[in-house]
């Protein structure tokens, strides 16, 4: 197959993104695919590009993304569409994290321009993204999620009233735990705030679930084996998620055979209430009780070396570049019925 890698973008993540693509790039080529690769800011990466910037690693810093966003915008408006790897690739394997690369635009962009892409539809993604609306469908769909409040609408000074401290607060359409916070006193609840709302308009304020932390991901509409996340931080934060040694991922985790399956189970049910397709990741916490709480889902997950939806894949026999290659299958086998 031809495939393009759309990778890199305008947001915090993007450094998450361009490690992810160094992954798939690479399991893709090594299975004999023609491989080219885009950044979603700037355009087809030469191979120079790609060794310079599509490195496995992550670190702690954030990039620095001045200038990008104007770069994006360009792309998306039309320079993405006039790329000859675009146009004349049998698939486009988004690996983006957050902003328009994850939340719908891209794929908006993609169901015009007509060629084949892994992951979800525009509306899809954008649910998955807005962390406030797809709790509200998580919930209608019966799957239990944490208490929240949102600011706005809620007034910042009223957010936390009756979810009890500690509580979460974070950034309503942001990934890998940037600009979120575990507040556990009302004198850091302001700075939190703060914190979270230079990422994004929105700011969710989210009772903190004690217990275990578990995620299941989801592949053609089957969950895969659940796994658990022990962190060395209090929580799965940005260093924890992208600096190797720094959390211990068990797949598949260690449970009671009726609670993994009703996980699964719930996890399945959280991805068709999203309508999203092809591949997702789904997190959970397990209370001291048994409570299972959904906290959130990704409909990008991440694909570095240290990220959780590939270790779920081949908990389940399914090595790294053959899960690749799976979901760009999936693609182009259910797009190209859509137009038939």
Same mark, same amino acid.
């Given at each position: ?25 690479? +399991? ?8 080219? $690769?885009? *950044?979603?800011?700037?355009?087809? /990466? ?39 790897? &675009? ?7 988004? &690996?983006?994290?957050?902003? +328009? ?7 908006? &962009? ?12 525009? /509306? ?5 993204? *807005? ?11 019966? &799957? ?24 979460? $607060? ?12 575990? $507040? ?52 799965? *934060? ?52 048994? *409570? ?49």
């Amino acid at each position: 197959m031809r495939i393009t890698v759309l990778t890199g973008g305008a947001t915090a993540e993007r450094t998450v993104a361009f490690a992810g693509a160094a992954q798939v790039g690479g +399991a893709l080529r090594g299975r004999g695919h023609q491989v080219h $690769v885009v *950044d979603l800011a700037n355009g087809v /990466l030469s191979s120079e590009d790609e060794a310079r910037l599509l490195v496995p690693h992550v670190g702690t810093a954030l990039p620095d993304l001045a200038g990008l966003a104007a770069a994006e915008r360009r792309m998306l408006s039309g320079g993405l569409a006039g790329l000859a790897v &675009v146009q004349g690739a049998d698939v486009l394997f988004p &690996v983006l994290h957050g902003g +328009a690369g994850e939340g719908g635009t891209l794929q908006a &962009v993609l169901d015009v321009i007509g060629v084949p892409y892994t992951g979800s539809g525009p /509306l899809a993604s954008a649910l998955a993204v *807005d962390k406030d609306l797809s709790k509200r469908l998580f919930r209608d769909a019966g &799957v239990p999620v944490p208490e929240w409040r949102m600011t706005p609408p809620v007034p910042p000074d009223e957010a936390a009233k009756g979810l009890g401290w500690p509580v979460i $607060v974070k950034p309503s359409k942001q990934g890998s735990t940037v600009g979120l916070s575990l $507040v556990k006193r009302r004198s850091d609840f302001a700075a939190a705030l703060a914190e979270a709302g230079r990422w994004d308009d929105e700011v969710m304020v989210e009772q903190f679930i004690a217990g275990r932390e578990l995620t299941v991901g989801v592949l053609a509409d089957e969950p895969l084996p659940v796994g658990e996340i022990i962190p060395r931080h209090e929580l799965f *934060d940005y260093e924890c998620k992208y600096t190797p040694g720094m959390s211990e991922e068990i797949f598949p985790a260690v449970l009671d055979p009726k609670i993994a399956r009703r996980v699964q189970s719930l996890a399945l049910t959280a991805h068709r209430a999203l309508k999203l397709g092809g591949y997702s990741r789904v997190d959970f916490r397990l209370g001291s009780q048994g *409570d299972i709480f959904c906290l959130e889902v990704n409909n990008l997950p991440g694909m570095t070396g240290t990220s959780l939806f590939p270790q779920a894949a081949r908990a389940a026999g399914i090595e790294y570049a053959e899960m690749c290659e799976r979901i760009c299958r999936l693609a182009r086998n259910f797009r190209h019925e859509r137009r038939e």
